[in-house]
């Protein structure tokens, strides 16, 4: 578990995931689109909120995940399992995966990283940094959606990996870190034509 400042209405400063108290913090951008709050830090320590966090990817033998701003590889059976496991959850990503899917995905909520001041697309929430992303996030399960920055900083506090491993290796530009069996066990394995998709749960 992770361990994020909640929401709190007697501090009107507080990164929450509750609309009516985010709209009184004063370091929301005019769109309301900016989730990270100036006083993170102190939160951080006087305020509890218990987040799952799962990382999905489908990953080659090389550990390549992306080619050239999309994904290195597609299956539709494997894209209709990321839409059955994402819908109705939070989703966190980069500011590249976002623009290669060039829309939020509905029924989920989207918050991107960026360190890009002036970018706001609708019906997103836009954030500066992992913490500030969690943090907006509020309670429940948060789903890292890429790329491969976010994942090497997100993987060591993970709770859950839903990998897709495919049987081949792949040309690619982005890749994830290998998983480390000294942290994630192997919890359950479905055999497919070419890959297997796999879940990992930590120690």
């Known amino acids: 578990m992770i361990l994020l400042p909640s929401c709190s209405r007697e501090h009107p400063l507080a990164l929450a995931a509750d609309r009516s108290v985010r709209d009184r913090c004063g370091t929301y951008c005019r769109r309301r689109q900016y989730a990270e709050c100036a006083a993170f830090s102190a939160?951080?320590?006087?305020?509890?909120?218990?987040?799952?966090?799962?990382?999905?990817?489908?990953?080659?033998?090389?550990?390549?995940?992306?080619?050239?701003?999309?994904?290195?590889?597609?299956?539709?059976?494997d894209l209709q399992r990321v839409k059955h496991m994402t819908l109705g959850r939070v989703l966190v990503m980069g500011r590249r995966t976002f623009d290669s899917i060039g829309r939020p995905l509905p029924g989920r909520r989207t918050i991107v990283v960026t360190r890009q001041k002036d970018w706001a697309p609708?019906?997103?929430?836009?954030?500066?940094?992992?913490d500030g992303a969690l943090a907006a996030a509020g309670d429940g399960e948060v789903i890292c959606f890429g790329g491969g920055e976010l994942y090497a900083q997100l993987i060591d506090r993970a709770d859950r990996?839903?990998?897709?491993?495919?049987?081949?290796?792949?040309?690619?530009?982005?890749?994830?870190?290998?998983?480390?069996?000294?942290?994630?066990?192997?919890?359950?394995?479905?055999?497919?034509?070419g890959y297997s998709w796999v879940t990992y749960t930590t120690h």
């Open 122 to 130: 609708d019906g997103v929430t836009v954030v500066r940094s992992i």
């Open 161 to 193: 990996l839903e990998i897709t491993e495919i049987e081949s290796v792949l040309d690619g530009d982005v890749y994830v870190p290998p998983i480390d069996p000294s942290r994630w066990s192997e919890a359950e394995r479905a055999r497919r034509e």
């Open 43 to 77: 939160l951080l320590a006087r305020h509890d909120v218990a987040v799952t966090l799962t990382l999905i990817a489908s990953v080659a033998q090389n550990g390549v995940i992306g080619r050239s701003g999309d994904l290195a590889w597609r299956d539709r059976d």
